[in-house]
């Protein structure tokens, strides 16, 4: 087994094993599927699975689905698949919350009789005014002191359908002074005349999501229930509903939190990305801009990117914003090792070589990886028509310009040394193509190297596939736009450029390699392994170095 990096969180487990060498670890990942997962569920992923598979235990996948308004079966399906895509399998069926509804409404039922929780029929704006602040304890509503047969028989009311949504709703009777507002007689039940995914038309009354919460944990034998910091005061109410239900359970679960992953540059909220999705600001959930799984799979990503992106972030108690580059990184080092180099023209401009015959055309065999001899060779072609790009080109270069002008001498990559003799413009004052001299001494295996001033890429014309390359930039142009009410103020502008230009013909002998390293440009992935139109369209899926952005 894999040596694994220990969190606080294991040593919580240690502890408890230590204490109890029977406990199965078991844990579980609940997602509630009203949207598509992103970047920082992958961190509650990774964690909760991997601690399940260390300790020889389960991980359940659950859907905590106590809202049907906001939730969909589409997302169901999302979820499960990148999960599986991220590498990890779930312990047995796929959970749901709402399988437990008839067992939670008994619960439910429980408590109204031990004269622990009542139907209040205050409005929903009266029960926020009646419940206080830090300063101000709350005060208790005038249902409070209903009998229990009262309550029994509203609580009845209301899920038969005869209270109308708003009326009425069940809360704990805990402390309406507690200092953990939380406990100020929550609602654990509340009325919703709304199909369900799961139990259709069944049900008109929906339990809260710290009702289910905890019960569920219980009925499935979770021993470690992980989740987000927002969720601490949670654990009291948690603890208190497990603490006065007649629940029989071997070990019963406990609450840990940890910090939430926050992604520079990046919203991490559901109803957020729902919201950038909405307004067209991106192209749907798997938009590779999206910090979702599915869009960072679509952008290029691969599933051990992120997971060593999560190993590299930990799981700890500090909130911190993580830096964009600290990902970027992950899968740049990757694909480093793994992707096969090929040469890519992002913005051509052609070039004729004047001291070389019309139909002249040279193979020169170059290796697909420059310390990989095992990822083998290609053929490329030189010939009096070539492309490089046109940033590799200067009118009026300054004195430090290090690569193609007039006069000045550069390398083609794996080629001959060219010097620029003149430009050749169009009437509308366009540079058409550059003529340039080579020097047939300056062999590509650098016996007889002369002087240049910079190395560029550049495809023969008799080599070429058409290409179409979408470059991406970050969504938002403020570093942490999570902290701002009006987040969308700081959308980026033209966050998606599409080029033209052409790859190594190569390319076509097999399509099924999708993720590559164009040679100064940068790594990109293949979006469909066919033409289309002729062309093929590629993803920037990183630039090659930190922070470089053309
Ligand atoms: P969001 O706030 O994005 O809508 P959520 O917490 O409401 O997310 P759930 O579907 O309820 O989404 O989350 C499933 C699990 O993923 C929970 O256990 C939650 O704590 C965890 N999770 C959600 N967001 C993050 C995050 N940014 N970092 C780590 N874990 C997260
Ligand atoms: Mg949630
Ligand atoms: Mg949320």
Redesign the pocket.
């Known amino acids: 087994q894999k040596k694994i990096k220990k969190n606080f969180i294991y040593h919580i487990i240690d502890q408890d094993l230590s204490k109890n060498k029977n406990l199965k670890i078991h844990t579980r990942?609940?997602?509630?599927?009203?949207?598509h997962?992103?970047?920082?569920?992958a961190?509650?992923?990774f964690?909760?699975f991997s601690i399940a598979k260390f300790y020889k235990g389960k991980c359940n996948l659950r859907f905590?689905d106590t809202n049907p308004t906001k939730e969909n079966v589409k997302f169901i399906s999302s979820i499960k698949k990148d999960i599986l895509w991220l590498g990890f399998v779930w312990n047995d069926d796929i959970k749901f919350s709402s399988q437990y509804f008839s067992l939670l409404y008994k619960f439910a039922v429980q408590l109204i009789k031990k004269n622990l929780a009542y139907v209040d029929q205050l409005t929903k704006k009266q029960i926020r005014d009646y419940r206080g602040t830090l300063k101000k304890p709350g005060k208790k509503s005038p249902y409070r002191s209903r009998s229990i047969k009262e309550n029994l028989y509203l609580f009845k009311q209301m899920k038969k359908g005869l209270i109308p949504e708003g009326h009425a709703c069940l809360r704990a009777k805990i402390d309406m002074e507690s200092p953990f507002i939380i406990m100020r007689d929550p609602v654990l039940y509340r009325i919703l005349y709304c199909k369900h995914h799961q139990t259709l038309n069944y049900w008109c009354i929906y339990p809260m999501y710290d009702f289910a919460h905890c019960i569920a944990d219980t009925l499935e034998n979770i021993t470690h229930s992980?989740?987000?910091l927002?969720?601490q005061e949670n654990k009291h109410l948690y603890n208190w509903i497990l603490n006065n239900i007649d629940i029989n359970v071997k070990n019963r679960p406990y609450q840990y939190e940890?910090?939430?992953?926050?992604l520079e540059y990046n919203v991490?909220?559901?109803?957020k990305?729902q919201m950038l999705v909405d307004k067209k600001i991106v192209n749907g959930w798997n938009d590779p801009r999206m910090p979702t799984i599915s869009g960072l799979r679509k952008k290029g990503y691969t599933p051990d990117s992120i997971i060593k992106f999560c190993e590299k972030v930990g799981v700890t108690k500090q909130n911190n914003l993580i830096q964009l580059s600290t990902l970027e990184s992950c899968i740049r080092k990757e694909l480093n090792e793994t992707s096969p180099r090929i040469m890519a023209i992002l913005n051509p401009i052609k070039i004729i070589i004047e001291n070389l015959p019309e139909c002249y055309m040279e193979i020169i065999n170059i290796p697909n990886h420059p310390n990989k001899p095992e990822m083998g060779n290609r053929k490329i072609i030189f010939s009096k028509e070539i492309y490089i790009d046109k940033f590799d080109f200067c009118e009026y270069p300054s004195k430090e310009y290090k690569r193609l002008s007039i006069g000045k001498t550069v390398k083609l990559r794996y080629g001959y040394n060219i010097t620029a003799t003149a430009i050749k413009k169009n009437q509308f004052n366009n540079i058409e193509y550059i003529t340039c001299t080579y020097d047939p001494h300056t062999i590509k295996n650098n016996l007889y190297i002369k002087k240049y001033v910079g190395i560029i890429h550049w495809i023969s014309i008799k080599n070429t596939i058409s290409a179409k390359f979408k470059i991406y930039k970050k969504l938002f142009y403020i570093q942490n736009p999570e902290l701002k009410k009006n987040f969308l103020d700081y959308i980026n502008t033209n966050t998606l450029n599409i080029k033209t230009g052409f790859v190594e013909k190569s390319i076509m002998m097999n399509l099924s390699i999708r993720r590559y390293q164009f040679e100064r440009e940068g790594y990109f992935y293949l979006c469909c392994s066919i033409l289309k139109d002729n062309f093929l369209t590629f993803n920037q899926i990183v630039t090659l170095k930190k922070n470089k952005q053309k």
């Open positions: 990942f609940p997602p509630e599927p009203n949207g997962l992103h970047i920082g569920h961190k509650s992923i964690l909760n905590d992980l989740c987000t927002e969720f940890f910090s939430p992953l926050k991490l909220s559901k109803r990305l």
